[in-house]
Nanobody
Framework: VQLQASGGGLVQPGSSLRLSCAASRFTLDYYAIGWFRQAPGREREGVSCLSSRDGSTYADSVKGRFTISRDYAKNTVYLQMNNLQPEDTAVYYC???????????????????????WGQGTLVTVSS
């Protein structure tokens, strides 16, 4: 199981980036997928998560600016990030985990420990 995150970079406030998370050796279709981020000195936090059963969920701080999507044919998940702000600066990770029968994707997204497979992270820096 491998996840490869890419697409980070240095951008100015108000700019956009699209992160990609390509999976290999397994199919994302049946997994819950999450984008998490970790800024220096802070805990890893859920940004957006997606499952076929529950749809998508977003952290309040990114609602209306970020969009998660999945391309089944490419076995890839994306995070479109618009109107980036300095507080979005962090290392972004993609993750996959088994859909849990008893909890929703929103609940899963609140705890990164519920995801089993992780990509290597891609750095997003928003600065003028």
């Amino acid at each position: 199981v491998q996840l490869q995150a890419s697409g980070g970079g240095l951008v100015q406030p108000g700019s956009s980036l699209r992160l990609s998370c390509a999976a290999s050796r397994f199919t994302l279709d049946y997994y819950a997928i999450g984008w998490f981020r970790q800024a220096p000195g802070r805990e890893r936090e859920g940004v957006s998560c997606l499952s076929s059963r529950d749809g998508s969920t977003y952290a309040d701080s990114v609602k209306g600016r970020f969009t998660i999507s999945r391309d089944y044919a490419k076995n890839t998940v994306y995070l479109q990030m618009n109107n980036l702000q300095p507080e979005d600066t962090a290392v972004y990770y993609c993750a996959a985990g088994d859909v849990k029968d008893t909890i929703t994707i929103a609940t899963m997204c609140a705890r990164y420990e519920r995801f089993d497979y992780w990509g290597q992270g891609t750095l997003v820096t928003v600065s003028s």
